[in-house]
RNA sequence: GAUCCCAUCGUCUAGCUUGGCCUAGGACGGCACCCUCUCAAGGUGCAGACACGGGUUCAAAUCCCGUUGGGAUCACCA
């Protein structure tokens, strides 16, 4: 194993959205790709906006997709008193000091500043107090640096260059003695050994703070890549707005985590031409430095056309296990399953040509796993026509005959009927469709019956009959 | 407003590092046709982009500058 260590830090604050999804991909491939460690890490400091719950659902989304952490989760609230100590040193080295300046008075001092047009940072008033055991209320602020640049290499983005005279006196600890994100990301990502920061384009402009204080407290400075943002159609941010953002929003919508995965890893990423890439592929290909450095319009689409492709090419039974959980959302037992010969496995491959989501297969497998069937009054009046009955019943009586039940046999049977009666495919087809499934739309002819075994097969076919022959009576 | 980032078909992208192979390739979506027992799937084809303006060069999508446009961040949130 190498010394590579990632993590991926997101805040309980809400359900686990795509774009911490992919930032959550990016990290695993790189440190599977380098043989490295993916460190699980909960920023759980802001106490008002937490929640556990909030922490077993990013678990839960993190589990569907098959992205699996080496370490942790940690929690930051389980190591507040390593980040207090840090704060103590910086303090005692005189490398921060107390502020006893309220919020409040912050608020309008920003707002004085901002009417004015001048800079909102802080003006440093507290700087050379040297407070060192305050009275009232105080916060403890990090010296940043006035002078000189901070630089950092990016990965993704190539150099970027900060004036330090832009840098604020950061809130390291609250008054409250809580210490804030900026402080806590540093203590952890050091005490860690975290060697490569790899986050949200979002984090850019907080890098310069952070590197002065890696510097202050000795640690090595880790190298950053800042991932491009994933937005919605209308290239803003990406958000409820947009549709479901939520994973397992996605998993409920009938899509297959190794489809989502599929679709994020070529937002921002590519290998020439290709777009469907196994796990393994993705792990051995992946290079952080090839990742795109502009932002990404979320395609639900394409999404959805690379679902279809895995509801296709995956394996079975796979496909049937994952199909189950929906069944069973829908009602659907044991006893529905027996009625299909062959099982719900059986279901599959007649069913995922025609469907984009597992939600597609468990609507179109209804006729087959249901008692009993409703026909569609439409369908009905255009293909179970008196027209029609006899040659129907005619397919009915020789089928009842046919000893074998197979494909090639229904086959003959069917093309027999075909021709003593002068009919076209379609002619004959279409109405016994509509008798066995209710509807126009279904898998070929001779895989309806399959699914539906002989007995339900003649079963509908004389309900079906009977309906053509009086067109009147419109349902069974 | 300040700071930072970004800019190839509607969308994801290849090409950009190391200028000529680019008459700019692929994919999704769209359209047309083929296949066909329905619906799909599949096949074939068509439309569709280097944001703009200056340089540098024999040659620029590729390098430089500017403009414009988009985005992110500026909290005792993370």
Redesign the pocket.
Known sequence: MSNVRVRF???P?GYLHIGGVRTALFNWLFARHEGGTFVLRI????????TDEAIGIILEGLKWTGLDCDEGPYR?TDRLELYREQAMKLLEEGKAYW?????EE??TR?KEA?AK?E????DGRCREKSLTTPTE???LRFKSPQDGQTIIDDLI???????NQ?L?D??IL???G?P???F?VVIDDALMNITHVIRG??????TPRQVPLFEALGFTVPKFA?L??I?G?????LSKRHGATSVLAYQEMGYLPEALINYLV?????H??Q?VFSMDEMVSLFRID?V????????P??L???N??YI?NSDPQLVAEQMNSHLQKEGYDEKAYSRIPGGVEALVPPLR???ETLLDMVKGAAPYLAETITIEEGAAKKFLTPAIASSLTKFADRLKMESSFTKEALELVFHGVLEEDGL???KL??PL?VALTGG????????VMGLLGKTRTLDRLRQGIKQAESPTSSSM
Not at 266 to 270: A, C, F, I, T
Request: some cysteine; overall charge neutral.
């Open positions: 830090a997101p805040s604050t920023e759980d400091t802001d106490q008002d906006r937490s930051q502020c006893i300046c309220t919020p912050l608020e920003r901002q047009g800079s909102l940072k802080y209320p105080a916060a983005k190539g150099k970027i260059v900060f004036e832009v604020d950061l809130i609250r008054t409250n809580y804030t994100y900026n806590c384009d979002d984090h850019v402009n907080n800042h491009p943002m937005l159609s209308d290239k803003a941010r070529r937002l921002g990423w590519s020439g031409d777009e090839q795109q450095s502009s932002a990404a319009v979320f395609n689409e394409k959805l056309w690379l279809a492709q296709r040509e025609r469907s076209k495919m379609g087809a279409q469709r126009t739309v279904s898998p070929g002819i001779y895989e």
